[in-house]
């Protein structure tokens, strides 16, 4: 069963900066697409970023040249470096894979349980 379970999540000021981590475990040899999503108090979740297994990459406006996806497929690792954060981007963050390959089979549309990021004005 492939697991991802994000990190590096917390408190940090208005124009601060955090990374957050996305590790998938399990008896995994490759995944596709890995995303970051979030879900303010109140709101639907949203995409963040998305990452391809090449490395295309494809932001929402709103983090357009504060927020960078990247991974290390080696590690089964995802990375979300967040720059110039706002109190706005206050949220649970989530990571996705859509698709895992794993020895027995296919998991499709995997989550992670989120790790909550405070931006404070």
């Known amino acids: 069963q492939v697991q991802l379970v994000e990190s590096g999540g917390g408190l940090v000021q208005a124009g601060g900066s955090l990374r957050l981590s996305c590790i998938a475990s399990g008896s995994i040899f490759g995944i596709n697409d890995m995303g970051w999503y979030r879900q303010r108090p109140g709101k639907q979740r949203e995409l963040v970023a998305i990452i391809t297994s090449g490395g295309r990459t494809n932001y929402a406006d709103f983090v357009k040249g504060r927020f960078t996806i990247s991974r290390d497929n080696a590690k089964n690792t995802a990375y979300l470096l967040m720059n110039s954060l706002k109190p706005e981007d206050t949220a649970v963050y989530y990571c996705?894979?859509?698709?895992?390959?794993?020895?027995?089979?296919?998991?499709?549309?995997?989550w992670g349980r989120g790790t909550q990021v405070t931006v404070s004005s």
């Open positions: 996705n894979a859509d698709r895992v390959f794993t020895t027995l089979r296919s998991q499709y549309d995997v």
